[in-house]
């Protein structure tokens, strides 16, 4: 069944674009272009915007431009005509204005989700070219409301949420001791200094999805797993400063989360299912503050779940009976080839997996990533209209459980699935695994 | 610093305790924490239900009523053993089975004084936050508080604090600077959009910490006061045990490097400074740099060692005459000690914290090495694997080494010639 377009938003008030344009002079804007073109970004960048010979070739790819009847101004290469084009052009030389629009633009209008290079025949990487954009939005005090505040939050607290420090062990605590009511003897070990690996994850768990927790402390005990948690900052690996690009509080996250493990003493991270956190953490925070590779080795959710099963360590008690399918977060599969690992684990865990089409490092982006959905409540509609091709991807499955291994994926899927009225409901890996585990100790 | 002078440095071997035993005695044993003398071990354990308790050398606390929750066990550098623990969700950090006598909601981030005498914890009650210092709450509390802080004495402590409230999402409010650092409870008068990581000069009286005026501009602030330059980012700054100076890893135009009182300390310029020391004995100045991009070394007064390491550097430490820097250099995840800029040869699966004999011309190390723990000392590992081993201390006359060790879950303290390695 073909779902209907719905049309998108085009005139969206944002305060913090708005009240950052009104602060904004045109002296500030010049300072700022020179200061990243001129300092900070190097022959890659001009390389690709003036290679693109507009071709359109990557259009197809972009999921907004599908879901929106092919509306120009959404190709992949209209977006960085729209920004950073003129802004070169110009020399910097662009009113408030722009920059408001050009933030928006870069902010909302691209996920960062790496599908359209693919196509490119050149290889043109019009991620990095808005994420340059969304830099000198930063750096002109213009990014949009929602995702500037949770970038303040990272800055004070090392989270994404403002959880406070008292209140991040009192959640770990409080999942521990419901777990004991499945397996008496259920811990989550607070800084316990040389265990095999160190679990992180991101703000939302302790704030709103802290049966999550749970689930993990149950699948790890069950394991028998040496493992341990921070009780202290680092403990969250998301870093929505690095899509705000504010670098400085990017890098500052990543320090303090591997030096959490660093003082744990632990040969590895594990990291919960999340896909722009790897990104983060494997990519590019890790590389701002000079560390080539991830200091302390980085495995996702998904590479640690298959050694889980592969090895024996989880054994699967009944296979999940649903239908399932599955979306591959872009930052996991594009960005670490994760795919195979994904589709052993799920079916090793359910009965009925059903392929979404396209997929793999093909999949359509579930245009919540790249910080987009933490523009929030002024960018929801629009955000769900420029995803048609995702809702109507995953109708097409008939499947009637989406499993997305990523936070931001699985909250954007929920917004698509619900408002374009597909029956289906979204879960985690881990929610599966916890229910068709077995559970050794269980009383 | 703790004094190691008594200490037994005579008996060869003592079974302290069987912790198999514990084992037996409780539904489970937590993790061992051992006292820096090597004299006791002791681990939170659960006696029944939601019943926790602390047991010491095999004997419980006698304690009035069973702890509800009980977590970061510790023992003090002057040997004490503290827990923080929870009934009726009243929280008391409790002192060789001794509660404090105020009651907290929450308490975490234990620490201590340098010789041990003060105890200090953050603290939540009624949503407000503050310090706590030997029973000692502050006076004011605050709605928010992080990057807490103790002097060496014990006498001040410190913690970047939220002074002006801040609804959902008020991010220009929170741009004009909602934060400031509070020295004993009692706030600096200047606001910052953040502040973080400080530090007390050696005998309290100065604070300083790093800053951020607004979203791009960084500086270091001492007292309240900040410097005058603003920099492209900053790390936590020190002060000159000797001078007061304040230096700091500052990041220029052309890379990192380290400042002095907000004037440009080293010529160098590096992809990354931090965790900078100064040795009180031989003034030389040290960091963790990465010397280009991917290549972390020690840079000793802005020369770095010709040696690099491709996953990182941590856990610097200078010799006690300040001649010498021993580090844990990581490549491919192997992990190894570097004395001034020499690896040992010998790769491991983790390394602590390298310690220097007092004398300086020895290295000992906790290592790991395929699942097992021991010590090593120049590179040399003791001939004993182990289930875990605690950090080696060095005798005063640098002769022996404190090794204390569980093997096959019987807990150890040792005394062995470091001619024996
Ligand atoms: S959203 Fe993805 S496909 Fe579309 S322009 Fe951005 S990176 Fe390319
Ligand atoms: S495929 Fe490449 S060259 Fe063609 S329009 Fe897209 S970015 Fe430009
Ligand atoms: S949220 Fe998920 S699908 Fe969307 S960009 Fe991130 S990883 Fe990709």
Known sequence: MALPYIEYEKNIIDQGLETGTERLTKERIAKVVDKVIGGETGARLKAYVDTCVHCGLCSDACHMYLSTKRDPKLTPSAKVKRTMSVILAKKGNVSPAFIKKASEIASTECNLCKRCVQYCPFGIDIAYVMSVVRRICHLCGVTPLYIQDTAHSHSVTQNQMWVKEDEWIDTLQWQEEDSREEIPDCRIPLDKEGADFMYSVIGPEPKFLAQLLYQTAIIFNAAGLNWTMPSFPGWDNSDMAMFTGDSEIMGRNKRFHYEAAQRLKVKKIVMGECGHAFRAAYDMGNRWVSWAMPPVPMVHAIEFYYDLLKSGKIKVKEKYKKSVTLHDPCNTIRGRGLHEKARYVINELCENFIEMHPNREHNYCCNAGGGVINCGPPFKKKRVSTNRIKAQQCADTGAEILITPCHNCHSGMEDIIGDYGVDMHVKFINDIMYEVMEKPGLE | MTDTANWDWETKEKLVSDLNEWKDSYNWV????????????????????????????????????????????????????????????????????????????????????????????????????????????????????????????????????????????????????????????????????????????????????????????????????????????????????????????????????????????????????????????????????????????????????????????????????????????????????????????????????????????????????????????????????????????????????????????????????????
């Open chain 2, 30 to 421: 937590e993790e061992p924490y051992v006292s820096p003398d090597g004299e006791k071990i002791a681990a939170i354990v659960n006696t029944d239900e939601a019943e926790f308790n602390v047991c010491e050398n095999g004997k419980a606390w006698e304690i009035e009523e069973p702890f509800e929750k009980a977590y970061s066990l510790r023992y003090s550098p002057d040997g004490r053993l503290i827990v923080l623990s929870a009934a009726d969700d009243e929280w008391k950090p409790v002192v060789d089975g001794k509660p404090w006598e105020t009651i907290f909601d929450f308490i975490w981030d234990l620490k201590f004084s340098n010789d041990g005498k003060a105890i200090a914890v953050a603290s939540q009650t009624d949503t407000e936050y503050c310090m706590a210092v030997n029973d000692v709450p502050w006076e004011d509390s605050y709605t928010f508080m992080t990057c807490m802080i103790l002097s060496a004495d014990g006498k001040k402590s410190a913690s970047s604090v939220q002074t002006i409230p801040l609804g959902q999402a008020e991010v220009f409010k929170f741009q004009e600077g909602a934060f400031t650092a509070a020295v004993n409870g009692v706030p600096w008068d200047k606001n910052f959009v953040n502040v973080w990581n400080m530090a007390f000069n050696a005998d309290g009286s100065s604070l300083a910490a790093e800053v951020r005026h607004n979203l791009y501009d960084y500086t270091i602030v001492v007292d309240g006061k900040p410097w005058n330059t603003v920099y492209g980012c900053v790390w936590q700054p020190i002060f000159h045990p000797n001078t007061n100076a304040v230096i700091a890893p500052v990041k220029l135009k052309d890379g990192w490097t380290l400042a002095c009182d907000d004037n440009i300390l080293w010529d160098s310029r590096f992809t990354q400074v931090w965790q900078q020391m100064v040795s009180k004995e031989s003034e030389k100045i040290a960091a963790i740099v990465a010397s280009s991009y991917g290549k972390w070394t020690i840079a000793v007064d802005g020369k770095p060692w010709n040696i690099t390491f491709g996953d990182m550097v941590t856990d610097a430490v200078f010799s006690p005459d300040g001649s010498r820097v021993a580090c844990i250099g990581t490549d491919k995840e192997q992990y190894t000690i570097c004395d001034n800029g020499n690896a040992w040869d010998m790769k491991c699966d983790m390394v602590w914290k390298p310690v220097f004999s007092p004398d300086g011309n020895k290295v000992a190390a906790k290592i790991d090495k395929n699942g097992k723990r021991t010590i090593a000392v120049d590179g040399r590992l003791w001939n004993k694997m182990c289930d875990e081993v605690w950090e080696p201390v060095f005798s005063p006359d640098g002769s022996k080494i404190l090794c204390r060790s569980v093997e096959d879950g019987k807990y150890y303290r040792r005394i062995i010639p470091v001619n024996e390695f």
